[in-house]
């Protein structure tokens, strides 16, 4: 499938754009998942005030979708209308001063974790065990480990869908469990989070425990897309969502190419060709199973979308 090509017309809106606008794009390379249709338009923006520059001049009724690491990311096999904008070296940088660590939206939340470690600021360890990038852990609250992103954000910085700049304290974010009350439409472009004093040696090998446990119990090295579904219970409560996929009988569930993982069964993984409907179906279909056996309505983790 294929989308109209809008490039032209964007680029006669917002005629100084500096990043690639690239139309009918692949999206599979772009996500941990390596599967669904392409994107009407890519855009990489060079830097904020390139990606306000397109969002100036860009028609409100073009959809727009954010993708930084695509680790948390589905886009369903007929592909995703609008603009796709990408995150990526623009918004990557960043900085420590004191107990605070500012870090760009593109940034790899494992190496948010390391800067806070060797400038010896504890407190943002828990981010090791996060698959993404910050602007995806500031949308969903992400945590891990013990810890959120709402224990140690001080403000988020955007854009909103006009492109003009926007702030958000903590409590502004409106954090609750894997989600926030930002309004649609904020991309975020950075963030700075607070800790506190720590030995850098110490905190280096909370880390390197974070990533031997996580070896031991995810499928972190197939094509796979993180934690599906949200527990149930909240953080640290019960029931969590593995737990009644395992009662379910979903360990190792498979359609198509994808499967159920069967070290941790709250992950779903592409074994090689699976398309982005067999990996969604598979998901309802463990949905479908849970509720059945529990009562329990599994609310998805992963964003889903584009059209089917």
């Known amino acids: 499938m294929s989308f109209p090509d809008i490039t032209g017309e964007i680029r006669a809106a917002a005629p100084s754009l500096r990043g690639a606008l690239v139309a009918n794009a692949p999206t599979a390379p772009l996500t941990w998942f390596r599967a669904g249709g392409p994107a009407q338009v890519l855009f990489t923006p060079a830097d904020e005030a ?61 190496k948010v974790a390391r800067a806070a470690a060797e400038a010896g600021i504890d407190g943002l ?22 810890g959120e992103v709402k224990d140690v954000l001080v403000c988020a910085r955007g854009l909103d869908r006009r492109g003009s700049a926007v702030s958000f304290s903590n409590a502004q974010m409106g954090f609750s469990y894997r989600h926030c009350d930002v309004p649609e439409g904020v991309i975020f472009t950075r963030a700075t989070f607070e800790g506190r004093p720590g030995d850098p040696q110490t905190i280096l090998a909370a880390m390197a425990e974070i990533t031997a446990e996580r070896s031991a119990t995810q499928p972190v090295s197939t094509r796979t897309g993180g934690s599906t579904f949200a527990n149930p219970g909240g953080p640290g409560g019960a029931p969590k969502a593995w737990e009644l996929i395992d009662a379910a009988g979903c360990r190792g569930l498979m359609r198509g190419a994808a499967q159920v993982s069967e070290l941790h069964c709250n992950f779903l993984i592409n ?10 179906a598979l998901g309802e279909e463990v949905r479908r199973r849970v509720l059945e056996t529990s009562g329990v309505e599994l609310r998805w983790e992963i964003r889903r979308v584009g059209v089917g």
């Not at 360890?125 to 013990?146: Q, T």
């Open 50 to 110: 390139d990606l306000a520059h397109l969002l100036e001049g860009l028609s409100g009724d073009v959809p727009v979708t954010v993708v930084g690491l695509g680790s948390n990311l589905l886009v369903r096999d007929g592909g995703l209308p609008g603009v796709l904008v990408r995150l990526a070296k623009g918004f990557s940088a960043i900085s420590v001063d004191g107990m605070r660590v500012e870090a760009g939206a593109g940034a790899a939340d494992v």
């Open 271 to 280: 074994h090689g060709g699976a398309s982005a409907a067999d990996i969604e």
């Open 125 to 146: 360890a828990f981010l090791r065990g996060i698959p993404g990038a910050v602007g995806g852990a500031l949308a969903m609250n992400a945590g891990a480990y013990g």
